[in-house]
């Protein structure tokens, strides 16, 4: 059963208002080669990808980012980088869902309802897979065991895929969170802009307060009456 503070913390989660800089859809055209690398390499990839959520600080390291019972439990503070990489070795999956939880807490970046689709999807194809496997094993059927193979490879397939995405859009966050994006754009106030017709230059005083004369600066009463009549300091 889950804990209680882990189900405040996946409540509290969709109260953020913070969007992925990409999402899982568009991660393959963002950065391809990382794509590829992380499919292929998908450990080693989640290894330096949780030491850069920590900002290369081991001693902040704690087994699956402190989001299971046994995390602080495990040693990690003799020896985290062990610690790791035997995380991302036996605990594939929970080490890259808990760099996103990391992320996502530390940015309050909430999960689209596209990307919770596609994470929704590979969990629904590999319980229906793992389902075919003990109905083939139970009945003893050649057609059911083949088709739990089937499905079994799709999951796999799925599961590597959107495991390889999910790494990727961790990756570009920590892009943008790095600088390496550039600084954001300066807003500047837009330059005053005076409309007129074309045909005529000058806009008619119907409406707009007298304009001062040419000399006098705007902003400033007329010489000789400061202060402006009914003025009364304070």
């Known amino acids: 059963m889950p804990s209680q503070e882990y189900l405040d913390k996946m409540q509290l989660r969709q109260s953020y208002r913070n969007l992925w800089h990409t999402d899982l859809m568009s991660t393959i055209q963002a950065d391809f080669p990382f794509c590829c690398l992380a499919l292929w390499c998908g450990p080693c990839v989640s290894y330096m990808l949780r030491k850069r959520a920590l900002y ?30 035997t995380e991302v070795l036996l605990c594939f999956g929970n080490s890259v869902a808990s760099t996103r939880f990391l992320l996502q807490d ?12 596609i994470i ?47 790494q990727t859009q961790h990756k570009i966050e920590m892009d943008k969170r790095d600088g390496k994006f550039g600084p954001p754009p300066v807003m500047a106030v837009p330059p005053f802009q005076q409309m007129s017709r074309i045909d005529q ?22 010489p000789g009456s400061y202060p402006p009549p009914g003025y009364y300091p304070k």
């Open 56 to 85: 290369n600080d081991m001693s902040r390291y704690v087994c699956c980012a402190g989001y299971i019972p046994c995390s602080g439990k495990c040693g990690e503070r003799r020896c985290p980088e062990f610690c790791l990489c």
């Open 106 to 117: 530390e940015f309050n970046i909430q999960t689209t309802q596209c990307d919770n689709c």
């Open 120 to 166: 929704g999807f590979m969990f629904c194809l590999q319980q229906v897979a793992c389902i075919f496997s003990i109905v083939a094993m139970i009945v003893g059927s050649g057609e059911i065991q083949e088709a739990s193979q089937i499905l079994s490879c799709m999951s796999d397939i799925v599961y590597w895929t959107v495991c390889a995405c999910m």
């Open 201 to 222: 230059p000058i806009p008619p005083p119907v409406g707009y307060a007298t304009q001062p004369a040419y000399g006098q600066p705007y902003g400033y009463p007329a």
